[in-house]
């Protein structure tokens, strides 16, 4: 560093007079040498001397014996009033204020006037979404449940908010399952299995959605145009209610016009009455196996449909990644073994249909996408990609009228897709098995090419030709879709070509970052791996996905390397500005807090500051369960006042 | 009401708070809503507070955040009021003038500052307390003080660079 910048450096301190006698003396030399040293350090020296005068003292001295009367006047009238929002005090002193000068008196008196005149003349508040995000703020429980077909509450929740909005507890039960969440341990009970499994909420974690409010208040962000469209006073099961329509979900939300709270979402009614007493408790029947997977507990062997649980996963892996390399002969295998062991899981059965189609054993296929068309119907869930799926496989069986039905009901949402992307999510999930094990930037690649594949889709089923030259690199011109929307309108016809085989866009996972990722994972989860090794690997691969870097620096953290744990951190930073911006806030104090571990506390302060500025919005928060660690702008504000310390 | 202790509390420390306020926010009446926020949400709070409370340390604190708090809800700072002073400008007949701007974009920029930052400015140039005890006030360390001291310094002198000239 040069003289100058040295001496740069020193001149706040100078202009404070905190240096010693030679320090000052080095800064002096150089001030009467540099011309740009000196400018600056006359504006910081007139600031300081400007600010000793700023808000001189009074010389009234009645001020003082005023005030302290006007506590005692108001202190002897003090009445509590807890159902206020604003403090008694704070109310009569904002009334105080707004009426001390003439010109706000006369804005006050119009307000007043006018609000009562609206009241007058016009009906009640439109309903809008922000309604329902105020009330959500009061809910203090969530009653969740599906009626079965035969008029049966099924799968049942009941999740308690914390103040901060957040899911504190969680129950859940069917038929089959009891699962309590109690944010310090979690009790599964599978009835059918008798037996009890406890597990750290490290190892697993159930919720629900994990803020209402937030859901509602991204909603509200987005607009009423395009992602929602509400509709108001209609009516639900004969109750008056407001309808919105999530258009990326096709999915329902009735609201109560007079709570302005959700009575149903999707599929589930809503209640928030008190739950009964101890809901969240559970008492260990009688008989049952008890197995505790928490880390330190005495482990007993797993039972015998456990172990099948665990072999079923590790084969529904292999399967899908045997669909993905076109060895459908394999898949088809592997998916009929999970569905052995566990019927229920969609998505195996609807693969496996998917490698029969391409091994044309199509009457198998249709078979099994009717098991995936059931499982959902019973809850009243469409599955569009479900129904393009089996009425292909009808198609290529010959079994054209049945082909028809299904791709009726599957053409208008591909159609609705082509203006909003996001609908088309479960048909891209249904045509790329290894989604799931994407990273954040190959799942945006594939959204943005959601439009592209669609249409790739939609001249399939009818053999037309609009959208013929269309790339992964850019945007689908808005005459194909206009085109598409117009022939949907006129004709709609369902016409599949046989000959045609969509181009779909699907990128390929490259094993290096994929392998890097799961050893990451498991080095922090298990402890197992050489981190050193994984940071260099990451490096050298220019990993681009900012979770895996943070799990890098966590584990790096967690070996005492702070300095590749900043990197590691750094590098989440810049990739999370563009994947998840609104979670930044994370990586940013992660880099604080090793700056502290580092000693580097001005640079540290920087960082905090800087996550702070990111924090966007009360109640969140980024929890790091391994290391007892839940950054909000509490956390960081904390971390402001003292250095982080690791113990 | 109390058993007096309230009303001691209040004659002792109502010089220090509405000090503390008036030097922040230049303006008799605005310190005087702060002063009443600050005893009143003690009052409100009086049988919590057991007899190890360090008053001044606490109404410091609350004194300055009430005051930095109320200064963000006006719309426009208060117009300083004419004080007896020796004016530091005095070479240029505008000088007086020049000054009372100046100092009051230094409020108004002083409210703009990051909480700790304008926290730490106010208790170090406004009250002149010396950084141990800011440290103590603030629970915070002594190099912490000075960096965000150090922080609204420079940030001020940026913001107000074309009135420092």
């Known amino acids: 560093m040069s003289t100058h910048e040295k001496t740069n450096k020193l001149l706040v301190s100078f202009a404070l007079e905190e240096l010693s006698e030679a320090e000052a003396n080095q800064v002096r030399t150089h001030l009467s040498q540099c011309e740009m040293c000196r400018r600056e350090y006359n504006r910081l020296k007139t600031l300081l001397d400007n600010t000793e005068h700023v808000g001189q ?245 797993d039972p015998d449909w456990m172990k099948d649980d665990e072999l079923a996963n590790r084969d529904f892996k292999k399967a899908r990644q045997a669909l993905a390399e076109g060895e459908y002969s394999e898949a088809v295998e592997l998916f009929m073994r999970v569905v052995a062991i566990q019927p229920m899981r969609n998505w195996a059965v609807f693969w496996l249909g998917k490698a029969q189609h391409y091994l044309h054993q199509d009457k198998a296929a249709i078979e099994a996408f009717s098991d995936v068309i059931s499982m959902f119907q019973k809850f009243g869930i469409e599955t569009p990609y479900a129904h393009l799926a089996r009425g292909l496989a009808y198609a290529f069986e010959g079994l054209y009228e049945e082909a028809k039905k299904d791709l009726t009901i599957a053409l208008p949402v591909m159609i609705q897709a082509l203006r909003n992307p996001k609908i088309a999510k479960d048909f891209d999930y249904a045509d790329d098995p290894l989604y799931r094990d994407r990273n954040a930037r190959q799942r945006e690649m594939i959204e943005n090419v959601c439009v592209m594949n669609m249409i790739h889709r939609l001249r399939q089923i009818t053999s037309q030709k609009m959208g013929e030259d269309l790339s992964p690199d850019s945007k689908v011109p808005e005459e194909v879709i206009a085109a598409w929307e117009n022939w949907y309108h006129t004709s709609g016809e369902i016409q599949v070509d046989f000959d045609y085989q969509p181009d779909l866009y699907i990128p390929e996972v490259p094993a290096s970052e994929k392998d890097l990722c799961d050893r990451a994972v498991k080095f922090l989860l298990q402890g197992e791996g050489d981190i050193s090794l994984l940071f260099s690997e990451a490096k050298q691969v220019q990993l681009k996905d900012y979770s895996v870097w943070s799990a890098l620096g966590l584990g790096l953290y967690k070996e005492g390397m702070y300095v590749e744990a900043l990197e590691a951190f750094q590098y989440a930073e810049q990739l999370e500005e563009k994947q998840d911006p609104e979670h930044i806030y994370g990586p940013i104090t992660w880099q604080g807090h090793v700056l502290d571990l580092l000693g580097r506390r001005e640079e540290a302060i920087e960082r905090y500051e800087s996550a702070l500025k990111r924090y966007s919005r009360s109640s969140m928060y980024v929890e790091y369960g391994n290391f007892g660690i839940k950054i909000d702008d509490k956390w960081i504000q904390k971390r402001l006042e003292e250095p982080f310390d690791r113990n | 009401m109390s058993d007096g202790r309230f009303e001691k509390l209040v004659e002792e420390h109502s010089r220090l708070v509405l000090n503390v306020a008036l030097r922040v926010l230049g303006n008799a009446e605005l310190a005087q809503d702060v002063h009443q926020e600050v005893f009143l949400a003690i009052w409100r709070r009086w049988g919590k507070f057991n007899g190890d409370t360090k008053w001044n340390a606490y109404l410091y604190r609350a004194a300055v955040r009430k005051s930095l708090e109320l200064a963000r809800r006006e719309k426009r700072m208060p117009v300083r009021e004419q004080q007896d002073r020796t004016d530091i400008n005095q070479e240029r007949p505008d000088g007086a003038l020049r000054t009372a701007e100046l100092q009051r974009r230094i409020q108004q920029c002083l409210v703009r500052l990051p909480r700790r930052q304008a926290e730490v400015f106010v208790l170090a140039r406004l009250e002149g307390l010396p950084y141990p005890q800011i440290a103590r006030l603030l629970d915070c360390c002594e190099s912490t003080v000075k960096v965000h001291l150090h922080r609204a310094v420079k940030r001020l002198a940026g913001q107000l660079a074309e009135f420092l000239e």
């Open chain 1, 57 to 301: 003292l009074t010389t009234d001295e009645n001020i003082y014996e005023s005030a302290q009367q006007e506590v005692f006047e108001t202190v002897k009238n003090y009445q509590p009033k807890p159902n206020l929002s604003v403090p008694y005090f704070g109310r009569r002193l904002l009334w105080r204020t707004i009426m001390k000068s003439r010109i706000t008196k006369l804005a006050t008196a119009a307000a007043v006037l006018m609000i009562v005149s609206i009241g007058v003349f016009t009906s009640k508040p439109v309903y809008g979404l922000t309604d329902t995000i105020e009330a959500m703020e009061k809910i203090h429980f969530i009653h969740v449940f599906k009626y079965a077909e035969e008029g049966r509450i099924n799968d049942e929740k009941w999740i308690e908010i914390d103040s901060n909005g957040y899911q504190a507890r969680f129950r859940q039960e069917s038929n089959n399952i009891l699962i309590i969440d109690d944010t310090d341990k979690v009790i599964v009970y599978r009835k059918d299995k008798n037996t009890v499994i406890l597990y750290d909420v490290n190892q697993k974690h159930y919720q629900w959605i994990a803020n209402l409010g937030k859901l509602f208040r991204t909603l509200a962000g987005k607009g009423e145009k395009g992602s929602i469209e509400i509709e108001r006073n209609v009516s639900f099961e004969n109750m008056p209610a407001h309808r919105i329509h999530l258009t990326e979900w096709n999915m329902n939300v009735y609201i109560d016009p007079s709570t302005k709270l959700p009575i149903a979402i999707g599929p589930y009614i809503v209640n928030y009455e008190n739950p009964p007493a101890d809901i969240f408790a559970f008492d260990i029947p009688d008989g049952v196996l008890v197995l505790d997977k928490r880390p330190g507990a005495n482990s007993i062997e």
